[in-house]
């Protein structure tokens, strides 16, 4: 059992940065693929990034490369979304989640644990 906590949301000015961070419970964090994902109000949810266990391999979603950097150091505990260059339609709840992977996984439907989220809204 994995049990996730988002933080580092909040209001920020279009242009500006955040950075969201993930912190996980248990001690096989570095068993996990984790990944970010975000749900705006009235939306279906959307891939964001996504990182294998080492960090070794990563993923982006389309909208987001160039301006979002996923990490993680497992011996933390810890995933972070670095976001800049934000942007209105940023505006959602991010929520990280883990399964247990050897490879990257992009699919929600794949992950096994999740946060509760954090609220990241974006003004123009």
């Known amino acids: 059992q994995v049990q996730l906590v988002e933080s580092g949301g909040g209001l920020v000015q279009a242009g500006g940065s955040l950075r969201l961070s993930c912190a996980a419970s248990?001690?096989?964090?570095?068993?996990?693929?984790m990944g970010w994902f975000l749900q705006a109000p009235g939306k279906a949810r959307e891939f964001v990034a996504a990182t294998s266990r080492s960090g070794g391999r990563i993923s982006y979603a389309d909208p987001v490369k160039g301006r979002f950097t996923i990490s993680r150091d497992n011996a933390r505990n810890t995933v972070y979304l670095q976001m800049n260059s934000l942007k209105p339609e940023d505006t959602a709840v991010y929520s990280c989640a883990a399964v247990l992977s050897t490879t990257v996984v992009v699919t929600a439907e794949r992950y096994a644990y999740w946060g509760r989220g954090t609220q990241v809204t974006v003004s123009s």
């Open positions: 248990g001690r096989t964090f570095s068993s996990y693929a």
